[in-house]
């Protein structure tokens, strides 16, 4: 999420999204039972999800229960998968290891409302995949169905991190 600032305050802080770990649970628990509101499915609403599925499960588990939680709730709010919308598995991929590699950067002295914040406000700015993919190659129907490896840029340690 955006930075923002305390009234006087020369350092800008992260917007906060989370004060409690049993927030972040609830909206977990909504999105698995198809109860959270089509709306609430935010870039930060995925972010959080893949984050707790990562600290949780681990890369291998968190990846597939992210690809299978998704597909399913997009069934459950009738959204269709087409050539241009509904899960795509390379931003899919692209950010669970971006969360990943989020995490294992934050301290570990918060709790997990804190890091889910500081995991949002890193992972904010949705063009990010973009310093990675052409738009081109990153919204082709190939890259919604499979994996497709980033064309601009190297993704450091991937291969590594999906066991």
């Known amino acids: 999420m955006s930075a ?3 009234p006087g305050s020369a350092i800008a802080a992260p917007r906060l999204l989370f004060r409690t770990t049993a927030q972040v ?31 949780w499960y ?6 597939n229960r992210m690809r299978s939680a998704i597909l ?3 069934s459950s709010q009738g959204i269709e998968q087409t050539p241009t919308s509904g899960y795509h598995e390379t931003l899919t991929l692209f950010y669970m290891w971006s969360v990943r590699r989020c995490l294992r ?10 890091l889910m914040n500081a995991v ?13 993919y052409s738009r081109d190659r ?13 064309d601009l840029a190297a993704m450091p340690d991937y291969e590594s991190s999906l066991s």
């Open 58 to 63: 681990g890369n291998g588990e968190a990846t």
């Open 25 to 55: 649970r609830d909206l977990v628990e909504a999105f698995e039972d198809g109860t959270l509101a089509r709306e609430e499915w935010t870039h930060a609403a995925h972010l959080t999800v893949a984050a707790w599925y990562l600290l």
């Open 4 to 6: 923002t600032a305390e």
């Open 72 to 74: 399913s709730f997009n």
């Open 138 to 150: 990153l919204m082709s129907g190939e890259a919604r169905r499979g994996w497709v490896r980033p």
């Open 120 to 132: 949002c406000a890193e992972l904010d700015d949705r063009n990010i995949p973009l310093h990675y």
């Open 105 to 114: 950067s934050l301290p570990i002295d918060g709790s997990i409302a804190d």
